[in-house]
């Protein structure tokens, strides 16, 4: 009997049954497209299978054997280093440097030993030789392919039984058996699969490559990420020399865990102080200046926070905030106005986060509302303090967790002042001055002398 045609988000990878102008699922327009019936798998079940092995949670078993990069930064946000037959999904805007790392990472996996192959699909080898002959990666021996069908891939794989393969990416790929254009749900899913059961089958470890959409996403069904052990994404401003490699998801180590790499000539290189970088050249104290103390995955961060108000000229100031979120900023504001008495009408308000970092932990509410009132009252900071904390609606200050990370990040960095929510664990403070402050309008009156 012929199966009824089936429609799916190209973007969220959501099934529909007939075409519709908005996908439900994730809100985009004029993204479901047609794609061909899969198999829906035997139809009967009858014979019987054989039996699954069991264990009980007591049953210990040693730890997955990880072969490390020599990039320290790498390998942190890898969870230790690369386990063997585990499939890893790399997203990133393009011309980021994905393809720049995977092939400094796949040259020093190569000079320890790995047989490595790296399959380009939208670059000849040609090309790959000369980004190769340009940072310096010429003398490993990785080898290289140029190809996009997925069968003579995996064929090769088969033949060659590398230990890490990259696949360069993962859109560009097509399965012979689905009819569907190369990109789009039906190829990329079936691809996935296909790579990622091979990596299992193998034992060889697989890096794909892909592309991230306009809204950050990476591109193709949500269910590859599913489909992966790794989840890492790119980030950083194309303005910017940093950039910043952040596990999404990782069934081998912690999630959120980042490693900061900077641009240069000769390709990405290593930041082990992320902290001393993100916070140079701030000598001298500045209004609207505030230091935060973040932590992202294992590893305290520390950022500056800038902040700019202004007198608007327009009838709805503006809020320009980047590598924050801007609702929490909108409230951080209603909050300083509401519970303080600050108020921010008819004043424009700009917030960033230096060097193009970008923080999402609440406990950078305090620092945020730090800056907003520096800039305001144009009183500087003390450049020797760092701040953090979360603000409540009703004003109050909530303690953050991994405190004592915190300040001894900022203690080895030579910071002399902390001020954080009272009743936060300060143990292994030494050699910091801490304040702590029960809510904003205690804050405000120690630090700016109003409330």
């Known amino acids: 009997m012929k199966q009824n045609a089936s429609f799916t988000c190209t973007v969220c990878g959501a099934a529909y049954r007939k075409w519709a102008g908005k996908c439900d699922a994730c809100g985009g327009w004029n993204t479901i497209a047609e794609e061909a019936p899969l198999s829906t798998g035997p139809k009967s079940l009858g014979a019987k299978g054989r039996m699954i092995p069991l264990s009980d949670l007591a049953t210990e078993e040693a730890a997955p054997p990880r072969a490390s990069s020599g990039i320290d930064e790498l390998d942190r946000v890898l969870g230790g280093g690369l386990v063997p037959a585990s499939a890893i999904l790399v997203g990133g805007d393009p011309g980021i440097g994905k393809s720049t790392l995977l092939l400094q990472a796949t040259a020093s996996f190569a000079r320890k030993g790995l047989k490595c192959l790296y399959i380009s699909g939208e670059e000849a080898a040609?090309?790959?030789?000369?980004?190769?002959?340009?940072?310096?990666?010429?003398?490993?021996?990785?080898?290289?392919?140029?190809?996009?069908?997925?069968?003579?891939?995996?064929?090769?794989?088969?033949?060659?039984?590398?230990?890490?393969?990259?696949?360069?990416?993962?859109?560009?790929?097509?399965?012979?058996?689905?009819?569907?254009?190369?990109?789009?749900?039906?190829?990329?899913?079936?691809?996935a699969h296909e790579l990622v059961t091979f990596a299992k089958r193998r034992g060889v470890a697989i890096i794909l490559v892909?592309?991230?959409?306009?809204?950050?996403?990476?591109?193709?069904?949500?269910?590859?990420?599913?489909?992966?052990?790794?989840?890492?994404?790119?980030?950083?401003?194309?303005?910017?020399?940093?950039?910043?490699?952040?596990?999404?998801?990782?069934?081998?180590?912690?999630?959120?865990?980042?490693?900061?790499?900077?641009?240069?000539?000769?390709?990405?290189?290593?930041?082990?102080?992320?902290?001393?970088?993100?916070?140079?050249?701030?000598?001298?104290?500045?209004?609207?200046?505030?230091?935060?103390?973040?932590?992202?995955?294992?590893?305290?961060?520390?950022?500056?926070?800038?902040?700019?108000?202004?007198?608007?000229?327009?009838?709805?100031p503006r809020r320009t905030v980047v590598g924050l979120d801007s609702g929490r900023v909108s409230t951080i504001l209603a909050v300083l106005e509401a519970r303080c008495g600050i108020p921010f009408a008819g004043l424009d308000v700009f917030l960033n986060v230096a060097g193009g970092f970008r923080v999402s932990e609440p406990a950078a509410d305090l620092a945020v509302a730090g800056a907003l009132l520096s800039a305001r009252e144009d009183v500087a900071i003390p450049p020797d303090m760092v701040l953090f904390g979360e603000i409540s609606l009703s004003g109050a200050l909530r303690p953050v967790g991994q405190t004592e990370n915190r300040l001894k990040e900022a203690s080895k960095l030579g910071f002399s002042q902390a001020t954080v929510p009272s009743h936060s664990k300060i143990e292994g403070a030494a050699g910091l001055t801490v304040r702590q402050m029960p809510d904003l309008t205690a804050f405000v009156g120690e630090m700016f002398g109003a409330g």
């Open 126 to 191: 040609a090309q790959v030789r000369m980004r190769a002959q340009r940072l310096g990666l010429t003398d490993a021996a990785v080898q290289l392919g140029a190809e996009t069908n997925l069968r003579d891939i995996l064929t090769t794989l088969d033949a060659e039984r590398p230990a890490l393969a990259i696949i360069d990416s993962i859109q560009t790929m097509w399965l012979d058996s689905v009819e569907a254009a190369p990109g789009s749900v039906s190829q990329v899913r079936a691809a």
């Open 210 to 316: 892909g592309h991230v959409t306009k809204d950050g996403q990476i591109a193709g069904p949500r269910v590859v990420e599913h489909m992966v052990d790794t989840v890492l994404y790119f980030e950083g401003e194309r303005g910017h020399q940093f950039r910043i490699l952040r596990a999404v998801k990782n069934r081998f180590g912690p999630a959120d865990e980042i490693g900061v790499f900077e641009m240069t000539g000769g390709g990405l290189a290593e930041v082990p102080n992320p902290s001393a970088l993100f916070l140079a050249n701030r000598d001298q104290p500045a209004p609207g200046s505030a230091v935060f103390s973040g932590i992202e995955g294992t590893r305290p961060v520390l950022t500056e926070i800038q902040a700019l108000v202004a007198p608007s000229t327009l009838a709805s």
